[in-house]
């Protein structure tokens, strides 16, 4: 079956200046060409926040070693969090344009960290823990997406518990795969049979890096005109809606996400005095509850 798209995936990357670019194939700064970011639809991707990062850096140091959240996700280097379908929650975590993590809250077991390729890849030569050696042999049933058995394993880390996230590696350290451990390392040590890793990650890929770090204002002043079209658009939109309906009255439905927030304030843009509908589900934050009075146009 074909993937379901939701819309118009936005999110582009300039490779050359490596910053996100919306929208445009060709790159404001360079002149270059984009190209689109993976994002899984409905690609609702926002920027990653200093919490975001510490989370995911930390959540990586546990599953692979200390000073591996670094290397997933360098200093200074713009990152992306798509929010994903998923039972409860999942966000994909995006650096230099690719997709190197995934952060799932699983019911009863808390955030679950899943390293992708493009993220094993950074921290393999790095990593102290989680790791698995195959034997030669076992190398191309990975790379077929089949399970690991346990004869097909040379080394791992007797560290390694049932169910935690790995890394399959070759002896020089290269990444095959990446999988979800059934049995402990020290059991891959000491047995003969069963499955020692069901894969999850395992088609090849090549690394995608940069060494240029921005900050967000330099992902700003890059994507000024193609912001600065979107809202004239929807500026022009909203005047024309509500000077359709001039019998009724304008209404803005505000929840405090980032979603209504943009909404609110493109309204205000139009000169536009509309009034603010929020519901307390009694489920808010007192932040977002103490910002409705403060978007009603000053007279």
């Not at 970011?37 to 990062?53: G, K, N, V, W």
């Not at 049995?183 to 890929?205: C, F, L, N």
């Not at 005109?225 to 001039?246: H, L, N």
């Amino acid at each position: 079956m074909a993937m379901t798209k939701l819309g118009k995936n936005c999110l582009r990357w300039c490779p050359a200046c490596n910053l996100p670019i919306m929208d445009v194939k060709t790159c404001p700064v360079c002149g270059g060409a984009t190209l689109e970011t993976e994002l899984t639809p409905p690609a609702d991707s926002r920027p990653a926040f200093d919490y975001d990062i510490e989370k995911t850096r930390s959540m990586c140091d546990a599953c692979f070693g200390e000073g591996t959240g670094k290397l997933l996700l360098p200093e200074g280097h713009l990152a992306i969090m798509n929010k994903a379908p998923s039972i409860d929650r999942m966000e994909e975590v995006f650096s230099d344009g690719t997709v190197v993590a995934t952060l799932r809250y699983d019911l009863g077991r808390g955030w679950r960290f899943i390293v992708r390729m493009q993220g094993a890849m950074r921290i393999a030569a790095a990593a102290t823990k989680g790791w698995v050696i195959l034997n030669p042999d076992a190398e191309e049933f990975i790379r077929q997406n089949r399970n690991l058995m346990v004869p097909g394993v040379k080394d791992a880390d007797p560290g390694i518990k049932e169910d935690d996230e790995v890394l399959m590696l070759s002896e020089d350290r290269t990444v095959v795969g990446t999988g979800v451990a059934k049995m402990s390392g020290a059991d891959m040590r000491s047995q003969d049979r069963g499955i020692a890793v069901k894969t999850r990650w395992h088609k090849p890929e090549e690394l995608i890096s940069s060494d240029k770090a921005h900050t967000w204002d330099d992902a700003v002043q890059a994507n000024a005109a193609p912001m600065g079209k979107r809202v004239d658009e929807a500026v022009a939109f909203i005047k024309k809606t509500v000077s359709e309906r001039q019998d009724l009255p304008a209404a803005v439905s505000f929840s405090g996400g980032k979603d209504s927030l943009a909404c609110m304030l493109l309204t205000m843009d139009a000169g536009i005095d509309a009034v603010p509908m929020f519901v307390n589900t009694g489920l808010e934050l007192d932040e977002t509850r103490g910002l409705r009075p403060r978007f009603r146009r000053q007279a």
